[in-house]
């Protein structure tokens, strides 16, 4: 384990990279239920939830597939619902 990833040989797989998916919406689980405006929540996503696999990401090259659905949960913690109603497109 180095920088708080696993270390393989070979082709990089998906699996390899779970672990970034789940610590990122571990952290934006409590920034879902406050009342933030889009300048703040833009704010958080790139100080905070990218600074995750930062490091990691310069060592060992993910997946194309695992760099979509990180941009995909982004995207989704920016834009998506607050407690079943749209936030503003």
């Not at 920034?31 to 990691?56: C, D, F, N, Q, Y």
């Not at 060992?60 to 109603?85: A, H, N, Y």
Request: aromatic letters at 14%.
């Amino acid at each position: 384990v180095y920088l708080g990833s696993k270390l393989f040989k070979g082709w990089s797989k998906r699996e390899h990279f779970q672990h970034f998916l789940t610590k990122m919406q571990n952290r934006s689980a409590g920034w879902k239920k406050r009342m933030l405006t889009s300048g703040r929540h833009l704010m958080l996503i790139w100080h905070v939830l990218t600074a995750v696999p930062l490091h990691t990401f310069m060592i060992l090259e993910p997946t194309k597939g695992v760099l979509s659905q990180i941009e995909l949960f982004m995207s989704r913690f920016f834009w998506g619902e607050v407690d079943g109603c749209a936030k503003r497109h």
